[in-house]
């Protein structure tokens, strides 16, 4: 049966792929080992702070407290728990980052916001 100029260049292009797959495979392969072996020199030539550990270390308390007040949860619609949601995990994440972190609290925790964060983040319950 004829073939189209189009099924022809197709066939050709997936005959094309097939023939260099393991080219390709070799060089994400070496790649890999080159991030692996820059990484080590990096971590074996002196560790310059950059580590979350070694800055965490750094990290000086402040005496500032942040309350983010939750009982207006039931006067909103679903999608403004989810957006208070996100930026109570957006608050939480950058304070961890911090040099000067705040303490940081919620209060009256519970109904919509507390059933959206049970489904879509299970690990809140972990927050220090």
């Known amino acids: 049966e004829p073939m189209s100029k189009r099924q022809r260049k197709k066939l050709l292009k997936q005959k094309q792929w ?3 797959k393991d080219l390709r495979r070799q060089k994400r392969k070496e790649k890999r080992q080159k991030r692996k072996l820059e990484r080590q020199s990096k971590s ?3 560790n310059e702070g950059n ?6 270390r750094e990290v000086v308390p402040s005496t500032l407290r ?3 007040d939750c009982s207006f949860d039931d006067l909103m619609v679903l999608k403004d728990v989810k957006k208070l949601h996100k ?3 957006r608050c ?16 009256s925790h519970g109904g919509q916001l507390k059933s959206n964060m049970n489904e879509n983040d299970k690990g809140w319950v972990n927050w220090k």
């Open 18 to 20: 097939e023939e260099q």
């Open 44 to 46: 074996d030539s002196g």
């Open 51 to 56: 580590d979350r550990k070694c800055m965490r």
């Open 66 to 68: 942040l309350i983010v």
């Open 87 to 89: 930026q109570i995990q």
């Open 92 to 107: 939480y994440a950058e304070n961890r980052k911090a040099f000067h972190p705040v303490q940081f609290y919620l209060t």
